[in-house]
């Protein structure tokens, strides 16, 4: 996976859209491919210096909550260092941002904020490319 | 079969196995061996599929009480 790009879309903020990011940017980027997500509308819950530590399970789903302590799945907030560790790129996106009335200090330590075109830039030679 | 490192990851469930190995291999050299211990039953085409991606070679595995165990010898 040296040499390959892995390009993602986090649009939505619930617990398991957060396992589906993160999870599969950490194995890619542990493969040694470059990572970039791209965080839109309820995705920027993902890096949401508050909303991240807690984001909610679907409805009817909460009962999951004690599967994810038995499996010993690592916190959304590991995750999101371990991610960091490893170099993914994460990108918040401006207009939601505007939108939501949110500013760049709400966010977690080392996210950049652009727009579409930011993404579609660094997308635009990716191997693999998701949408959450 | 000689490790020059044993990365005990019992216990952890993915993607943290990869995780750990990765990072650990990162602090050894070519041609040695890393033993990784894991209890995630998906380890094993994880790993699999890992070495790949970096060019190592698992060049052992067993099993024993739920304990899966690999030699990875790095490229």
């Known amino acids: 996976m040296a040499n390959s790009k892995v390009a993602i879309i986090a649009s939505n903020g619930g617990l398991f859209d957060a396992y589906k990011v993160f999870n599969i940017a950490s194995a890619a980027a542990a493969s040694d491919a470059e990572v970039g997500i791209f965080f839109t509308f309820e995705g920027l819950n993902l890096i949401h210096k508050e909303a991240h530590k807690n984001l909610p399970l679907p409805e009817g789903r909460e009962h999951f909550a004690e599967g994810f302590k038995q499996a010993n799945v690592p916190s959304i907030e590991e995750l999101v260092q371990v991610a960091q560790e490893m170099d993914v790129k994460l990108i918040g996106c401006q207009m939601t941002m505007d939108v939501m009335n949110l500013d760049k200090d709400q966010f977690i330590d080392g996210i950049e904020v652009g727009g579409a075109a930011t993404f579609i830039e660094f997308a635009k030679d990716a191997n693999i490319t998701l949408t959450f | ?75």
């Open chain 2, 1 to 75: 079969m000689e490790s020059v490192k044993v990365l005990d990851a019992k216990g952890l469930a993915c993607p943290m196995p990869i995780v750990k190995t990765k990072k650990a291999m990162d602090q050894i050299n070519s041609n040695e061996i890393l033993e990784v211990h894991a209890t995630d039953k998906g380890a094993e085409n994880d790993l699999a599929a890992w070495v790949k991606s970096g060019g190592h070679e698992i060049v052992k595995s067993t099993e024993e009480d739920e304990v899966l165990k690999f030699w990875i010898k790095k490229g």
